[in-house]
C-alpha cells in the first residue's frame, strides 16, 4: 500500500482532490466544514487500476496549521500537490514544496485544480510557472491537471512524462510507525 499525502497552498482544492478521488470527505471535524478550512488531518483511501490501494493523508494548508501538516508528511511514499491554476504559485505552495524536499520526500504530482476558471492561455502559463518551481526539487515529480472533477484516480491527465509511480513497499523493508499525537 503507498501512502500520498496532500500538500499546497491553502484553498487551493486538496480537500476537495481527496473528495472527488476516494469519495471520503477528509474534513471531519464541525469547525472544518463550517469554515470550508481543514485543520486538522484528514484520511481517506481508494483503489488504483492497477489494484493496488492508496492511503491519502489529507493535510492543511493555512500557515497557522503547519504543525498538523507536517505530522501528516512523517511516514508518506509521495504526494500530491496542488496548485490553483487560477491562483498560481503561492507561499505556502512555496513553504510545502520546502518541506517535502527536506523530508526527503522523492515522488510526486503536481495536481493543476481550478483550470476550468481560466482560459487556455493563463493555463498553460500556470502550468510553466508551476513546472519551473518544482524544477530540480523533488526528483521523481510530474504536473498535471484536473480534466474534469475527477471520479476515480485514474481521472487524472499526468500528460506523457514517461514517469511510473514509486515501486510499492517491499514486505520485507522495515515498517513506519505512526507519530502518536
Not at 42 to 52: D, W
Not at 105 to 116: A, D, R, S, Y
Not at 119 to 148: I, K, Q, Y
Amino acid at each position: 500500500m503507498h501512502v500520498v499525502a496532500t500538500a499546497g497552498h491553502v484553498d487551493h482544492g486538496k480537500s476537495t482532490l481527496v473528495r472527488a478521488l476516494t469519495g471520503t470527505d477528509p474534513d471531519r471535524l464541525a469547525e472544518e466544514k463550517e469554515r470550508g478550512l481543514t485543520i486538522d488531518l484528514g484520511f481517506a483511501g481508494t483503489e488504483l487500476p492497477s489494484g493496488r490501494h492508496l492511503a491519502i493523508i489529507d493535510v492543511p494548508g493555512h500557515i497557522r496549521f503547519l504543525k498538523n501538516m507536517l505530522a501528516g508528511l512523517g511516514a508518506i511514499d509521495a504526494c500530491l500537490f496542488v496548485v490553483a491554476a487560477s491562483e498560481g504559485w503561492k507561499p505556502q505552495s512555496e513553504e510545502h514544496l520546502r518541506i517535502l524536499d527536506v523530508l526527503g520526500v522523492g515522488h510526486g504530482i503536481v495536481v493543476l485544480t481550478k483550470v476550468g476558471l481560466i482560459d487556455d492561455d493563463l493555463r498553460e502559463l500556470a502550468r510553466l510557472e508551476v513546472e519551473e518551481a518544482v524544477e530540480g526539487t523533488l526528483p521523481s515529480m510530474s504536473c498535471c491537471r484536473r480534466r474534469r472533477r475527477p471520479q476515480t484516480s485514474a481521472d487524472l491527465d499526468c500528460g506523457s512524462t514517461g514517469r511510473s509511480p514509486p515501486p510499492a513497499p517491499e514486505p520485507s523493508s522495515p515498517g513506519r510507525w505512526p507519530a502518536v499525537r
